[in-house]
Structure formats: C-alpha cells, structure tokens
C-alpha cells in the first residue's frame, strides 16, 4: 500500500504555467510506475503522463505532449509534473498514481490514487 499526495494546484491564466509535486510514503517508490490522470468537471478521467520506474522513459497524452513533462525523485519519493503553455480545457483535477509494478508506461495501469489537487486554467 501506498500514500500519495498532490500539491501545487491552483488558478492560472492561459498561457501560464503550474509544477505540481505528488509526494509517495513507503521505501518501495523507486520500484512504482507512477503517473497523472485528470478528470475535468462532466468528463471521465484520462490518461496524462506515466513514468518508468527509473525515470528514463515517459509517455504522454497528445493533448499535452510538448507542454508538459513528468519526472521523478525516487531519493525524495517524489514525482512532478511541469505544465507549460497551459489552456483552458487543462482546467481539471490532476491525480496522482502509482503501479506497484515494474512495466512500460504503455502497460501502466493506475492501481493507488491520491485525492487530486485543482487545477483552473482561465481565459
């Protein structure tokens, strides 16, 4: 089992740029497939970034490839995600997630959450 926290969401303009932090408990981080999903109000939640255990490979969804990166810390249990030219349709709950396995991030499949941090993108 397995602990996540988000922080650094908040209100932006477009254009604008947020870093959130997912902080994760326990000694077996740097085993973990982590990644970011987002659920906008009235929509389902959907794929954003994943993360290889040892940081060296990501995938992205196309909405938001080429502005925004994922990368982790496993000495800090921490992963990130720096969104840049951010537009309103961003405007969701971004979660944190971990796969307690050691995969490609085209097999990551999202087992522990954390509670979601806001994110508001205005125009």
């Known amino acids: 089992q397995v602990q996540l926290v988000e922080s650094g969401g908040g209100l932006v303009q477009a254009g604008g740029s947020l870093r959130l932090a997912c902080v994760a408990s326990?000694?077996?981080?740097?085993?973990?497939?982590m990644g970011w999903f987002r659920q906008a109000p009235g929509k389902e939640r959907e794929f954003v970034a994943a993360?290889?255990?040892?940081?060296?490979?990501?995938r992205y969804a196309n909405s938001v490839r080429g502005r925004f990166t994922i990368s982790r810390d496993n000495a800090e249990n921490t992963m990130c995600l720096e969104m840049n030219s951010l537009k309103p349709d961003d405007t969701a709950i971004y979660y944190c997630?971990?796969?307690?396995?050691?995969?490609?991030?085209?097999?990551?499949?999202?087992?522990?959450w954390g509670q979601g941090t806001q994110v508001t993108v205005s125009s």
């Open positions: 993360i290889t255990w040892t940081g060296n490979s990501a």
């Open positions: 997630t971990a796969d307690p396995r050691k995969v490609p991030t085209t097999a990551f499949a999202a087992t522990y």
């Open positions: 326990g000694r077996t981080f740097s085993s973990y497939t």
